[in-house]
């Protein structure tokens, strides 16, 4: 989701030669398509807690943009209420080898599930 972040993890960024990897940062797609100004970005989070009623006398931008973290924007574009565990990733940060492999089952369905 924010290309910045995964990038500076992954070893192909420092090799010489290159692998021709290519990087979708859908933050900055949702940012470019429903993305907020930071002034419009304060007025949506004093609204976080409106009811609809509420909400109905505020402008109609609201209703049609989100935050960018990656959990607001899964929930934006594939209209859910399920909520995204990122909370695996961070073991990839955190974690060394051996303690990776002895997680590698849960940490490779994460992976895979992350992607679909």
């Known amino acids: ?4 972040y995964d990038r500076i993890r992954v070893g192909d960024e420092y090799r010489l ?5 290519r990087y979708l940062d859908t933050m900055s797609m949702h940012i470019a398509v429903s993305g907020m ?3 419009q970005r304060m007025m949506k989070l004093a609204c976080k807690n409106m009811t609809k009623e509420e909400l109905k006398h505020k402008p109609m931008w609201l209703k049609n943009t989100c935050m960018n973290g990656l959990a ?5 574009y594939c209209k859910t209420t ?3 565990d990122k ?3 961070n073991s990839f940060v955190k974690l060394g080898l051996s ?3 002895s997680d590698c089952d849960h ?5 895979a599930g992350d992607v679909l």
């Open 99 to 101: 303690e990776l492999m």
């Open 82 to 84: 399920d909520s995204l």
């Open 107 to 111: 940490l490779l369905s994460y992976c």
């Open 37 to 39: 100004t930071s002034s």
């Open 72 to 76: 607001d924007v899964h929930k934006f």
């Open 1 to 4: 989701h924010n290309v910045a």
């Open 17 to 21: 030669d290159r692998s021709g990897t």
């Open 87 to 89: 909370d695996p990733r």
